[in-house]
């Protein structure tokens, strides 16, 4: 029997790990796993009732009341009922005595197995020790009762052998098989609930924009997790089981492992902020760290949460400059839909005046003026609605009171929908910019020392007459006499009001439609309108007003105490609707004015043609002259100058115009223009240093061994800086020993600055130098200053040579000059020298050396050349 019991135990053991089995792989197939289990319960009853233990013919003392009570409770009512009727089917088939009794037993077992499965259901049992032992040795009791009711008594005397070896086993055999069931029931439904958590977190992983890693606080990986989301991050699939410095650069790894670390040691999450890559392809990462409980026999370890943060952090800079430019000195409000005040700036209530609270919940129109119509709020709102913004210049009223001009811009922002959900408005206080701007207009047309329209004014008047004049208008240009004396005496200050008595005297002489402006300095223009239709009377009326203006200006002008007269010169002329410029008009009283002015001042004078006419030509010839020395047609030729003997002694260069079309022209035809437009200095350069060049080649010939160049120096060139510097360059460059050149001046030029002119050419006159004084008896003829300059030579002015032999008067000082030049050891030469009888006399004086045409007129280098060769003049 111990055999048999024992084999029966093998089979119920061997069972439950199948059943175990079947219950984890039937859990994804819960339908199927209903038949296999019962299939499973009913094949251990049939296995446990064909290794029976027989008790009496035909009765079977076996394990399969285990079977099926177990079945009940795990398998439920199908399964149970599937393995009950199996087992059921197999019993008949055995037959015997016991067959119904045995089909009965198997029906009490699944019954109790049933009833046991509901009281754990409803939380009245537990699949424990102690509620499973009454249970099951009521089973085997009942079991036990009914082989008892199938034997004889005889038989019943020998149950005890049997019975107590059989609950020895069965029970413990199905208190275990319910136990090792119920472990594996409880693992399964642990196991599905670790499944659904890893689903769950595998769900929220996906979800998540993160990288997940699993570090260890060597840094090494060892669990990777990412959602598509978080592919951008530059790592690798197959990352797992790489350290840091495979991961990131040497920088990044150790920031890395110092941010694991802290982890590590430190309580809470911890976060890292880092770069990766360059450029445009520069991201910005977020890391988070938190430690977690390490599983046996491993180290501790820490999931890393990581997240790419580059458009939160442009989203943030951007919501930085945002705040800030909503707080910007520019006013900005922020409306609801419905135009009701959401927000204003700290600007918006410094240009209204109204704190925050004052406008919170209220609409723009609190703001309104009430300068606008309601037609200009329509067509505002309706460009808003059509083009989504409206800007331009509004009229609103400060909390005060105070209405100001606002410069107002108006957006509508939009939801997704395409709706308008807020509208955003910046305001500015242009008060100032429009102060500002009529501060310029003023400064840009009119003068800023007396207030009268200025040069600019004057000329849009002008124009617009040209566009509409009907009437004859007449122009005066006035320039005050004299009042250059006033500020270099009394200064400027002064000056300034001298022009605002000015101003002010012909300001109040003009009628309605005329126009009094400045145009800089001392001149000032009016501009007469209306005046009669004739042109005749029109001039008669212009000259009956600049008489009075004449008048009105010779007033004295008062000083504290003092009477400062200032008179007036005034070009006037009439403009008839000619298609002249502003400019050009004024240019022409311009003219006249000068004219007036070259006839004595405190005179007015009339604007005609010839003035005009002589100003061109003056003009044409400063540009001639200009090309003529750009072109190189300017030379040196040179007049002779002879001894009482008639030999050439020296000679004195000269300028000749070699004109293309008017042929050689002397210094009186362009010295005048020359000298008013600075452009004589060039002359004297060119002169001196052809002069100079062509001494240097003449020094070689023996014919020129104590000849001597004269040159002129311009009334300018003497004291412009540099001058010595600019004389000894051309000395040098040309080669010229400077004991053979001769600079001559004129008496004027000594009486700007004579220690600034001795200065200069003692300076010369230490390189061997000779100067000479031309003209001299038409200036100052100081004895002092012939006394202390280092002079040569004295040149007798033509003027008086050419009076004589019959002007006592030019006699006399021709005598006086020779006597002084003897006296201080001067050569003396007369110029002009045109007749014999000249000569004779000037000889007879004592003046033994002369030039004139007498004798030569200016030659070119080559004709004086040949007659320093010639044996007359050698």
């Known amino acids: 029997m111990l055999n048999i019991v024992i084999q029966q135990a093998v089979v119920l053991l061997a069972m439950g790990w199948l059943l175990t089995l079947n219950a984890r792989k039937g859990r994804h197939h819960p339908r199927l ?70 089909v009965l037993n198997i029906g009490f077992a699944l019954v109790l197995g049933l009833a046991f499965r509901h009281g754990v259901g409803r939380g009245w049992l537990r699949i424990n020790l102690w509620h499973l032992l009454p249970a099951v040795l009521v089973l085997h009791a009942a079991s036990l009762l009914l082989i008892a009711a199938l034997m004889t008594p005889v038989q019943r005397e020998l149950m005890p052998e049997y019975i107590w070896p059989y609950l020895a086993v069965v029970v413990p055999l199905t208190l275990i098989l319910t136990l090792i069931l119920h472990d594996a029931e409880q693992r399964q439904r642990e196991q599905a609930l670790l499944e659904h958590s890893e689903a769950r977190l595998r769900a929220i992983t996906g979800a998540l924009p993160d990288l997940m890693f699993v570090m260890n606080e060597q840094g090494r990986c060892l669990e990777v997790m990412a959602s598509s989301s978080a592919q951008p991050y530059p790592v690798a699939n197959n990352v797992i089981g790489k350290l840091l410095p495979q991961l990131f650069e040497p920088a990044l790894a150790r920031r890395f492992q110092d941010f694991i670390r802290r982890t590590l040691t430190q309580q809470g999450c911890q976060r890292l902020v880092y770069e990766l ?56 409000m922020i409306t609801d839909a419905q135009t009701r005040i959401l927000r204003v700036n700290r600007a918006f209530t410094e240009i209204t005046g109204y704190g925050v609270e004052e406008v919170i919940g209220n609409t723009p129109a609190m703001l309104g003026s009430g300068q606008h119509d309601g037609a200009f709020y329509r067509q505002m ?67 800023g020392v007396t207030g009268l329209p200025n040069r600019r004014f004057l000329y849009q008047r002008l124009a617009e007459l040209i566009d509409v004049q ?22 400027l200050s002064v000056g300034d009001q001298v022009l605002q008595q000015a101003a002010l005297r012909l300001s109040n002489l003009m009628h309605p439609g005329d126009l009094v402006a400045r145009l800089g300095g001392d001149e000032f223009v009016v501009l007469s309108t209306g005046l009669p239709a004739d042109k005749r009377q029109a001039a008669a009326h212009l000259e009956q007003l600049g008489y009075t203006l004449l008048s009105a200006l010779e007033q004295p002008y008062a000083h504290e105490e003092h009477a400062l007269r200032c008179g007036a010169s005034l070009g006037m002329v009439l403009l008839e609707g000619q298609h002249a410029s502003p400019d050009e008009q004024v240019q022409q ?10 006839e004595g001042k405190g005179k007015l004078c009339f604007f005609d043609r010839g003035m005009q006419e002589r100003v061109a030509r003056r003009l044409r010839l400063e540009e001639d002259i200009q090309r003529g020395l750009d072109a190189g047609e300017f030379v040196a030729w040179y007049q002779p100058q002879f001894d009482h003997r008639g030999r050439i002694i020296g000679a004195e260069a000269l300028a000749r115009w070699l004109h293309p079309e008017q042929g050689t022209l002397a210094p009186g035809a362009f010295i005048d223009v020359a000298e008013g437009s600075g452009l004589m200095n060039r002359i004297d350069h060119m002169v001196l240093q052809s002069a100079c060049r062509q001494m240097a ?89 012939l006394q202390r300059l280092p002079l040569d030579q004295l040149k007798i002015d033509q003027s008086f040579v050419q009076a004589l032999p019959h002007d006592d008067n030019s006699l006399g000082i021709i005598k006086a000059i020779i006597g002084m030049a003897q006296s201080l050891g001067l050569e003396v030469i007369a110029e002009g020298v045109e007749t014999d009888a000249q000569r004779t006399q000037l000889y007879q ?30």
């Open 33 to 102: 796993a209903i038949v296999t289990t019962g299939f499973w319960f009913g094949l251990a009853a049939i296995v446990c009732m064909l290794l029976p233990f027989t008790v009496a013919p035909g009765v079977l003392l076996d394990a399969r009341s285990g079977v099926i009570f177990v079945a009940g409770v795990f398998g439920g009512p199908l399964s149970g009922a599937l393995a009950a009727l199996m087992a059921a089917l197999c019993r008949l088939w055995i037959g015997g005595a016991g067959a119904f009794s045995g």
């Open 277 to 332: 890559g360059e450029g445009d392809d520069r991201r910005v990462f977020e890391s988070r760290a938190q430690a977690m409980e390490a599983p046996l026999n491993e180290g501790p370890a820490a999931v890393v949460l990581t997240r790419d943060i580059t458009q939160r952090e442009l989203n943030e800079t951007e919501l930085r400059i945002a705040a800030v430019a909503f707080d910007s000195f520019e006013g900005m």
């Open 381 to 447: 709102w309706r460009h808003i609605h059509d083009h989504g913004h409206w800007q331009g210049e509004i009229l609103n009223r400060r909390k005060s009171g105070h209405v100001y001009p606002q410069w107002l811009s108006i957006s509508a922002v939009r939801d997704v929908q395409g709706e308008v959900s807020h509208y955003v408005a910046s305001i500015n206080d242009i008060s100032q910019r429009k102060k500002d701007a009529e501060r310029i207009n003023h400064l840009a047309f009119y003068d």
């Open 470 to 491: 009907r009437d004859l208008s007449g122009l005066i240009f006035i320039d005050l006499d004299k009042f250059k004396h006033i500020n270099d005496l009394w200064g």
């Open 589 to 598: 009283a311009e003219l006249a004015m000068y004219q007036a002015k070259s």
């Open 697 to 785: 080649r003449w020094a070689q010939l023996s014919e020129f061994g104590s000849f001597t160049l004269s040159v002129n120096i311009g009334a300018s060139r003497l004291y412009q800086a540099g001058f010595v510097e600019e004389v000894l360059q051309v000395f040098t460059q040309t080669g010229v020993d400077p004991g053979c050149i001769k600079l001559e001046i004129t008496e004027s030029m000594l009486l700007d600055d004579m220690p600034g002119a001795i200065d200069r050419m003692q300076a010369l006159k230490a390189h061997g130098v000779r100067f000479a004084i031309d003209d001299f008896g038409t200036g100052y003829s100081s004895l002092l200053y």
């Open 845 to 874: 004086l004592g003046c033994h050396r002369y030039q004139g045409y007498l004798l030569s007129r200016p030659e070119p280098a080559e004709r004086l050349q040949a007659l320093m060769q010639s044996p007359r003049y050698g």
